[in-house]
């Protein structure tokens, strides 16, 4: 049993290190982390890259999440393999190994794996996220309240422990990688959304 959780672990977080913003910036000869808000996802990459770029990052942050939830699943078994690796995959998005341990914040391959586990509150949060972006055009105000809601809402709404569990993590590590955002948002300098792309 140790050896499949050890499995699981490590084949999520060399999944979730494969950052689809870094590979994607290389057939560009870009390094996102050098240019924006410096940070490897799907919006810096939409700003530095524009539109066609970001829409690869996003769909491959999405399917990696998929994929190490299903890996999960059956190198362990189970939801609490699927989890297990799911959130190896968004500690290895963060800090990804094949990249200097500098990457994304994991919020599309939170959502991925949490929408495999629990696609309820997956679309709500989902849903959060899309209003708050709407009303404020800040992508990292709607991140942050629908990361702070994930454990809220599983403990409301009687989840199993494992994913409030779960819920809890994903929540703290989304919350702490917008910390520079949070403090953006309270001096009034934080980039609202655009589907322009920034010149250099």
């Not at 890259?49 to 998929?66: C, N």
């Not at 939830?69 to 963060?94: D, E």
Request: proline content about 2%; overall charge positive.
């Amino acid at each position: 049993m140790l050896i499949r959780i050890i499995l699981a672990a490590l084949a999520g977080y060399l999944l979730g290190s494969l950052n689809s913003s870094l590979i994607v910036g290389k057939f560009y000869r870009v390094d996102v982390r050098q240019h924006g808000s410096g940070n490897a996802g799907t919006t810096n990459t939409l700003r530095t890259l524009g539109k066609k770029a970001a829409l690869f990052v996003l769909l491959g942050d999405i399917v990696k999440g998929v994929l190490a939830y299903i890996a999960g699943y059956c190198i362990y078994g189970g939801h609490f393999g699927g989890m297990l690796c799911g959130t190896a995959a968004v500690l290895g998005h963060v800090w990804p190994v094949y990249f200097g341990f500098k990457g994304g914040k994991g919020v599309l391959t939170s959502l991925a794996v949490l929408m495999m586990i629990d696609w309820p509150i997956a679309l709500s949060l989902l849903g959060v996220f899309i209003i708050i972006l709407l009303i404020s055009r800040y992508v990292s105000l709607g991140s942050i309240i629908a990361a702070f809601l994930f454990p809220t809402m599983a403990i409301a709404l009687g989840r199993n422990t494992e994913t409030i569990i779960f819920s809890t993590i994903i929540a703290v590590l989304i919350i702490f990688k917008h910390h520079t955002n949070i403090k953006r948002l309270f001096e009034g300098t934080e980039s609202r959304f655009s589907f322009r792309k920034k010149q250099a």
